[in-house]
């Protein structure tokens, strides 16, 4: 979500006459987008401003600014931290971007906006797209769950979803300029709702854009994935066969406590029938260890049903408290060791459970859309396979931006590598 914000960001800006700079010792202004998800994002964007901060001492004229969650969350308080920062700009307020950058030039000093706007959903602004061959394109903002753990909905706002044609014709738009891989997103693009027209039918309709070839979407929330959009995605010949799915706990009663809406049954079963309509579908997650409250056994059902569920990767995380969110109050948070024991617990489960899958794709051929040149060797091509594995091939770097079938031979971590055929 954040790169497809400081896309936005970008085109706002270009629109307004700024350009972006390839070297950072050219630049005037410096912007970093910030994501307050978990207290180690927010110590490390501190970090990097520390360091560039620093360049205002051979540049008088340099303006630092900061736009993303933590800026909606700190507002002002930013400033305090760090007296050198020129403007804060919460996540609703990008269009005043080139205003307050101009005004700063005119009159130095601090300015901020973190007003949010529950309206605000940048329709009128086509992202400059960044991604090498894949482009993301925002069909809705904000989120109306409040999971307990969760600072999103407090620096996004509520949830929104953009009209139904501006979405296709963006995704038009950006598979004629070359992207063909592209990613819908939103903080739970399940219940996107434009007038009536659900995330199962806008899916029907992306999937007729002829200038794409493939159709990926994040985050689903488990709760609001219905039969209609899995139905959508085993006879839609552009959707991909990969699912990122939030399990976060396997326990019911944890599940409750973090407001998920949801019971690990539920979630099992979900998996199930994904992979019954979807044949070959990877499934990928996140879970969390050590929110408040979780016991042993509550945690060994985690692990249970992750060891059930083999999910082809998961993204683990250790709880972490955020201020402001309803589970940062609860009384009963785990020692930090205990946290630390138990995430250590599911990497280990899930990287062996990631080593398997890979290696199950041994002898397949998978259609792979050609991204660059592998980081290793300059005779070898790197991209993605419809069901996100990274692959590595020999080839002719005149392949790039192209779709190759490749015949797995190996799995090297989490990468495969294969053969033309
Ligand atoms: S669904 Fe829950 S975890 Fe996801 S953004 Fe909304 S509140 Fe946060």
Not at 396 to 402: A, F, N, R, V, Y
Request: hydrophobic share 35%; glycine share 6%; proline share 2%.
């Amino acid at each position: 979500m954040n790169v497809a914000d400081s896309e936005l960001v970008a085109s706002i800006l270009n629109k307004n006459d700024f350009t972006i700079v390839d070297n950072i010792d050219d630049a005037e202004i410096i912007i970093f987008n910030t994501c307050s998800v978990r207290q180690h994002a927010e110590d490390r964007v501190l970090g990097r401003i520390s360091n560039e901060i620093s360049r205002k001492n051979s540049n008088t004229q340099l303006k630092i600014g900061v736009i993303g969650c933590m800026a909606q969350r700190l507002g002002n308080k930013l400033q305090k931290q760090n007296e050198k920062i020129d403007f804060v700009v919460g996540t609703d307020q990008y269009k005043k971007l080139p205003e307050i950058i101009m005004y700063l030039f005119e009159n130095p000093g601090f300015r901020s906006d973190t007003i949010i706007n529950n309206k605000e959903i940048y329709e009128d602004i086509f992202p400059i797209h960044t991604g090498k061959l894949n482009a993301f394109i925002t069909i809705m903002r904000g989120c109306n769950n409040f999971c307990s753990y969760c600072i999103v909905p407090y620096v996004r706002g509520r949830e929104r979803s953009r009209d139904v044609e501006d979405i296709i014709n963006d995704v038009h738009k950006t598979g004629k300029q070359g992207f063909k891989d592209v990613t819908l997103l939103g903080q739970n693009v399940n219940s996107y709702n434009y007038q009536g027209i659900d995330f199962a039918e806008l899916l029907r309709r992306v999937n007729k854009v002829e200038t794409i070839k493939r159709i990926r979407f994040v985050t689903s929330h488990p709760k609001d994935l219905s039969d209609e959009v899995i139905e959508v995605m085993a006879n839609s010949e552009k959707i991909c066969e990969h699912l990122h799915l939030a399990m976060q706990s396997g326990d019911d009663e944890i599940l409750r406590s973090m407001n998920r809406g949801y019971k690990a049954d539920h979630f099992n079963n979900i998996v199930q029938k994904l992979r019954r309509a979807v044949p070959d579908i990877a499934i990928t997650s996140d879970v969390i260890a050590g929110f408040p409250g979780e016991t042993q056994a509550q945690f060994k059902r985690t692990y249970d049903l992750m060891k059930k569920i083999e999910f082809d990767y998961a993204f683990t995380f250790k709880y972490s408290p955020r201020e402001g969110t309803k589970a940062a109050k609860f009384n009963d948070h785990i020692p930090e060791e205990t946290r630390l024991d138990r995430l250590q617990q599911l990497i280990n489960l899930q990287q062996d459970i990631t080593l398997k899958k890979y290696k199950d794709q041994i002898g397949k051929v998978k259609e792979i859309y050609v991204e660059k040149l592998s980081k290793r060797s300059n005779e070898e091509l790197a991209g993605k396979s419809r069901d996100f594995k990274i692959t590595v091939f020999k080839g002719d770097k005149s392949l790039i931006g192209t779709f190759v079938n490749v015949r797995i031979t190996d799995a090297v971590g989490w990468t495969l590598k294969g053969k033309e055929v």
